[in-house]
């Protein structure tokens, strides 16, 4: 596990994996930065790491709403959403789905 003293050093990409791995062991995860389709757009700070799309599929999903499945992600990421990410697109699935 990452030292959170040195976390805020990794790329936001690379945060956003560990944590979600941590709290939902997903079986699938894709993270993609798409900040740079977003350059010059409101909510661009200029690091690049500002817009993510996350692909997820976990067995803590199973028997969870789209919109269930949507908080469990953001509770995951809560103070990345918060202070570092202003766009996250999510798809979330249960395994077999």
Same mark, same amino acid.
């Given at each position: 596990?990452?030292?959170?003293?040195?976390?805020?050093?990794?790329?936001?990409?690379?945060?956003?994996?560990?944590?979600?791995?941590?709290?939902?062991?997903?079986?699938?995860?894709?993270?993609?930065?798409?900040?740079?389709?977003?350059?010059?757009?409101?909510?661009?700070?200029?690091?690049?790491?500002?817009?993510? =799309?996350?692909? /997820?599929? $976990?067995? &803590?999903? +199973?028997?969870?709403?789209?919109?269930?499945?949507?908080?469990?992600?953001?509770?995951?990421?809560?103070?990345?959403? =918060?202070?570092? /990410?202003? $766009?996250? &697109?999510? +798809?979330?699935?249960?395994?077999?789905?």
């Amino acid at each position: 596990m990452t030292d959170p003293a040195t976390a805020s050093a990794l790329p936001v990409a690379d945060q956003i994996a560990a944590r979600l791995t941590a709290a939902l062991a997903p079986t699938r995860l894709e993270v993609a930065n798409e900040s740079a389709m977003h350059h010059g757009h409101l909510g661009d700070d200029g690091t690049g790491e500002s817009h993510f =799309r996350v692909t /997820i599929e $976990a067995p &803590a999903f +199973s028997g969870v709403s789209r919109v269930g499945r949507q908080r469990l992600v953001n509770q995951a990421l809560a103070d990345l959403l =918060r202070d570092r /990410i202003h $766009a996250l &697109a999510i +798809s979330a699935r249960a395994p077999g789905e």
